[in-house]
């Protein structure tokens, strides 16, 4: 953490708090363009985002050079659209992945950071600002603060009526987090409404089988989960599985027949190979570990079903180069195949995927 430093307020000039724009009394020091109320915001915006992106603030927030021509003029200006094109996506990946893995309160300000560059980029009423304001209603929903939900999502539905582009892509998300809201009101017709939207919109812009679907299926088996229709939440819990399955195996498969013939691809044994961004993957693991916690839940009557997730698993873990992780999950789907006896097909796939994983531990990559 940098160090906090009370704040000279330059005269003439009125100084806004990153987070909750109240008058600011502090700046941080190591840009020196962005300023707090107090500790409290500044901790909490460091903790989220502006450690990551404090030294990509300072081109944006210090007065543009001089220029000779007009033509150098627009240019500074393309330039400084480019860079904050870049925060937008990157603060909405951050609040994302923050959203996926449990902390509500972390993606907040990351999520009013690209709400803000949108602003700044589109103008207020862009339909751009729609995935930001989602972000936000995503995460008060998951701090509890429904009434602020609501606020977001009613802000991102009247930006939507009043456009005449939106995408079939954002109709999905604004679907989806309808459907999150009525869950979290108990609402459940409602909110199969919204969900089944969502699957239409996202099916639409992506195909059925696509991860992007996948997300609509899972919060749908969810509810009828809840509702303790288990024969439906099953066969959505299925269908999400295999989505994922379907997905990782095909990168799977490319890896490991280049890991087995010594392949390097063009040093992609140094990379990530999931081919998803980081908010991609901690849903990806959010959505199959649940799914595989309910299918444990069950495991007397379907240990073929349990074993499948493992497998999911261990592949999406083994193409995010986390083989301890992945070896973990092959165990237990071993011990499974052990424990009820289960046919040598079974047992054969899953030694497969740990001797590749060994291989992999054996010969680490330094
Ligand atoms: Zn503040
Ligand atoms: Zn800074």
Known sequence: MNVIYPLAVPKGRRLCCEVCEAPAERVCAACTVTYYCGAVHQKADWGSIHEKICQLLIPLRTSMPFYNSEEERQHGLQQQQQRQKHLIEFCYTVAQKYLFE??????????????????NVYGLSSVELVPAYLLLAEASLGLGQTVQAEEYLSQAQWTVLKST?????????????????????????EARYHLANDIYFASCAFGTEDIRTSGGYFQLANIFYGLNKLDLADTLYTKVSEIWHKYLNDHYQVLSQARVQQIDLLGKRFENDTGLDEAQEAEAIRTLTSILNIRESTLGQTPLKTIFVLKILVMLYYLMMNFSKAQEYAKRALSIVKEKRLGSHERKAIKKLLNLISTEEEHPIT
């Open 165 to 189: 582009h939106c995408s079939n892509a954002t109709y999905s998300l604004l679907h989806r987090n309808l459907g999150l809201l009525y869950m979290a009101k108990k609402n459940y017709e």
């Open 102 to 119: 449990g902390k509500h309160e972390d993606a907040v300000p990351a999520a009013l950071h690209s709400l803000r560059f949108r602003m």
